[in-house]
């Protein structure tokens, strides 16, 4: 069965500083992966999917098969950036969530 | 305006007393799901369906039940709900394949 680990409940920087959310997968077949962000008394959204290969909002975030890992990166955080992130991985069934980070930028 | 809606967005009732969620989509998407949200736990998928009349459970099912039986729509029913429902619940919805999940406003169920 497949799994989305995010162990950071919660990540404080100050603006500027650089990010990283760190996304743990397990799964059997090739993975398909993305980060959604939820922004205060908002819906979620789609932040990035790996297989694009973009860069939404400064974010970027790379496959590692090696480490399955998925982690999300920004070099500057900005105020605006404090959210819920969320991993998720795509099987045939629907997309599997992990617990969240919460993304606190402080000014 | 392509989107996922939810009714009701706020719903308190009380233990035992059967309710029903809404979701529709005008987007011709023919994955639906329900997810819960809750601290500490992130998103769960209560139930999820591929096509109409084609559901499935998902990681926490128990206490819910769905029906698909047109493309656009994906109620969410509790037939006696309980205090541990007490919840945010989302429903979403995608196109087959890596697509986009749209998700809907989210209902806030509270259950005394």
């Known amino acids: 069965a497949q799994r989305v680990t995010q162990p950071e409940k919660l990540l404080s920087v100050f603006k500027g500083a650089p990010v990283e959310l760190k996304c743990n997968y397990s799964y059997s077949g090739s993975p398909e992966l993305f980060w959604y962000v939820q922004y205060s008394r908002q819906r979620l959204q789609l932040l990035l999917r790996?297989?694009s290969r973009e860069s939404i909002k400064g974010f970027t975030a790379d496959l590692n098969k090696g480490e399955t890992s998925f982690h999300l990166k920004k070099p500057f955080a900005q105020e605006e950036d404090s959210a819920m992130y969320y991993c998720?991985?795509?099987?045939?069934?629907?997309?599997?969530f992990g617990s969240g980070t919460r993304l606190q930028v402080q000014p | 305006e392509a989107q996922v809606t939810q009714n009701p967005r706020y719903l308190i009732t009380v233990t035992g007393k059967k309710l029903t969620v809404t979701c529709s989509q005008n987007m011709n998407h023919e994955y639906m799901s329900w997810y819960r949200q809750d601290p500490g736990l992130g998103l769960r998928q209560i139930y999820y369906?591929?096509?109409?009349?084609?559901?499935d459970k998902g990681d926490v099912p128990e206490g819910y039940k769905v029906s698909r039986k047109e493309k656009r729509n994906f109620p969410l029913i509790l037939e006696s709900p309980s205090p541990n429902q007490t919840s945010l619940y989302f429903c979403?919805?995608?196109?087959?394949?890596?697509?986009?999940?749209?998700f809907g406003p989210g209902t806030r169920l509270t259950v005394t």
């Open positions: 998720a991985l795509l099987s045939r069934r629907a997309l599997t």
């Open positions: 369906s591929m096509n109409v009349e084609v559901t």
């Open positions: 979403a919805s995608r196109l087959g394949g890596s697509h986009e999940q749209y």
């Open positions: 790996h297989i």
